[in-house]
């Protein structure tokens, strides 16, 4: 059984209707529209809906939001490539964001990712539960401090954070975005980041392999 997060009273007030299912769910934040104008689509969760691992990125970024799916742009790329070479079939997990909607500033025709407020995050955090409550993931990995920020309502650095960690009342993983592994300034640098990610991504694939009375966990072979 998957573990279930304990229900946020706070929450159940939100809605006239309470959604039951994903889909329920999608609908509400298809409907609402953007925050910030500008998007072009709400970018919702993909993947299975009782997947072991639930992966939470930051925000849709340009190519997300023109697709209307989660990490297929560069970022998206680079931590699909990383899942697939430590185990984890992006397919049987679930990845989504803190913010459902792409925020950016033009430039020319460029449009220019803009990290969102801690207010947005916060606006969008009784989705971001719900959708989590719904999936009822084993493990829930924050990639960011986005991410971090939407499951603890705290900002708190990444070197600090990483690693296992409660969040919000599930099992959790803390680690780097993938676009901060793309931002790294040299090769080096960016091999030694990538290295220490998939490490990561695989303690997490052995975190969602634990038993999930005694917690203790079956690492893999390496
Ligand atoms: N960055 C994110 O945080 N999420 C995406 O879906 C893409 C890039």
Known sequence: MPARHAPDATLESLWDNEPRTLSELNEIIRKAGPLVPGATQAVLGEGPDHAEIAFVGEQPGDQEDLQGRPFVGPAGKLLTRAMAEIGID?????????????????RGKRRIHSKPTAGEV?????????????????????????????????????????????LAGWNGYVT????YLLRLPDEETKRRGYEEFVADLGRIR?????????????????
């Open 206 to 222: 052995d975190l969602a392999r634990a038993d999930p009375d005694t917690g203790e966990l079956e690492f893999a072979a390496q």
């Open 176 to 179: 780097v975005h993938p676009s």
């Open 122 to 166: 916060k606006h969008y955090r009784p989705w971001l539960m719900k959708e989590l409550d719904l999936v009822g993931p084993k493990v829930v990995v924050a990639l960011g401090g986005t991410a971090v920020l939407a499951l603890t309502g705290k900002q708190i650095p990444i070197v600090r954070a990483r690693g296992r960690a409660k």
């Open 90 to 106: 992006r397919d049987a997990a679930y990845l989504t964001n803190a913010v459902k909607h792409f925020k950016f500033e033009q």
